[in-house]
């Protein structure tokens, strides 16, 4: 299983970014998908997680900025971040879970979010 996270850079503040992290080797349709961050200094939260079906859901400090997506036929997960702040600055983390007799959780490699005030 690889997952490939991309799209990270340096934006001012007020600016968008795009994150995609693409998977092989898994059953990416029937895995939950989740992006989490961890900024320097501070433990790793999960910031947004779109299900099997496609429900949405975000930490209250990214609600309404940041839109999460899927596309099965790419086995693409996307992080769609607005009006980016400097507390948004961070490594970002792809995760897909799948739950098949058990729950495995597989890790991105990170891409890297530097937004400046």
């Known amino acids: 299983v690889q997952l490939q996270a991309s799209g990270g850079g340096s934006v001012q503040a007020g600016g968008s970014l795009r994150l995609s992290c693409v998977a092989s080797?898994?059953?990416?349709?029937?895995?939950?998908a989740n992006w989490y961050r961890q900024a320097p200094g501070k433990q790793r939260e999960l910031v947004a997680t779109i299900t099997t079906g496609g429900s949405a859901s975000y930490a209250d400090s990214v609600k309404d900025r940041f839109i999460i997506s899927r596309d099965n036929a790419k086995s693409t997960v996307y992080l769609q971040m607005n009006s980016l702040t400097a507390e948004d600055t961070a490594v970002y983390y792809c995760?897909?879970?799948?739950?098949?007799?058990?729950?495995?959780?597989?890790w991105g490699q990170g891409t890297e979010v530097t937004v400046s005030s």
């Open positions: 080797g898994i059953m990416f349709s029937i895995s939950a």
């Open positions: 995760n897909l879970r799948l739950r098949i007799v058990k729950v495995t959780d597989y």
